[in-house]
């Protein structure tokens, strides 16, 4: 059964920083690339960031480059975001997605985590 | 960025109906679009992928169709655990987009 947990959401203030990590089992971790998708209260759902299997490529939104940092550790079949400078706007549940590919070749999210709460306010 | 726009944003239906969502996009996305289900407080489901293909274990009441900018969800026969919020979601071009959502109530 293909599982994500994640951990270390919590409260922060404006410019502070926080380490999101999901830990992954029930798959081949390696071979998925995996995304970070967001939610703000009482919102819909954003797409954040985006790492290919190998780390090789990495993409974020807008609103987030040159703050957050995707990476993982295949090693230990865990998938991370850094994010620094964080803002208001960044109050959101955090979902680690796997990504997994169609016949045409592009990546589709198939499986979310329940996601971690990260608050920030002063 | 393609964005994605969903109608109606929400609805009202009962057991039985007949119901179908929207989701057009500002480009043409060549069928990379996927549907998914959210209940309050939990994590979105995978219903559709490929604009048509059912995710595995997904009752058949769910379809979906469409091609270049214009795609549709139905739910053929609502059924009680159906009531909940539907998403549309282009991942042609990065950044992946998501739809406003599509709130389906009780009448």
């Known amino acids: 059964e293909v599982q994500l947990v994640e951990s270390g959401g919590g409260l922060v203030q404006p410019g502070g920083s926080l380490r999101l990590s999901c830990a992954a089992s029930?798959?081949?971790?390696?071979?998925?690339?995996m995304n970070w998708v967001r939610q703000a209260p009482g919102k819909g759902l954003e797409w954040v960031s985006y790492i290919s299997y190998s780390s090789s490529n990495k993409y974020y939104t807008d609103s987030v480059k040159g703050r957050f940092t995707i990476f993982r550790d295949n090693a230990n079949n865990s998938l991370y975001l850094q994010m620094n400078s964080l803002r208001g706007e960044d109050t959101a549940i955090y979902y680690c997605v796997r990504a997994q590919y169609d016949a045409n070749g592009e990546s589709y999210l198939d499986y979310w985590g329940q996601g971690t709460l990260v608050t920030v306010s002063s | 960025d393609i964005q994605m726009t969903q109608s109606p944003s929400s609805l009202s239906a009962s057991v039985g109906d007949r119901v179908t969502i929207t989701c057009r996009a500002s480009q043409d996305i060549k069928i990379s679009l996927a549907w998914y289900q959210q209940k309050p407080g939990k994590a979105p489901k995978l219903l559709i992928y490929t604009a048509s293909r059912l995710e595995s274990g997904v009752p058949s009441r769910f379809s979906g169709s469409g091609s270049g900018t214009d795609y549709t969800l139905t739910i053929s026969s609502l059924q009680p655990d159906d009531f909940a919020t539907y998403y549309c979601q282009q991942y042609y071009r990065s950044p992946w987009t998501f739809g406003q959502g599509t709130k389906v109530e009780t009448k």
């Open positions: 029930g798959f081949i971790f390696s071979r998925h690339s």
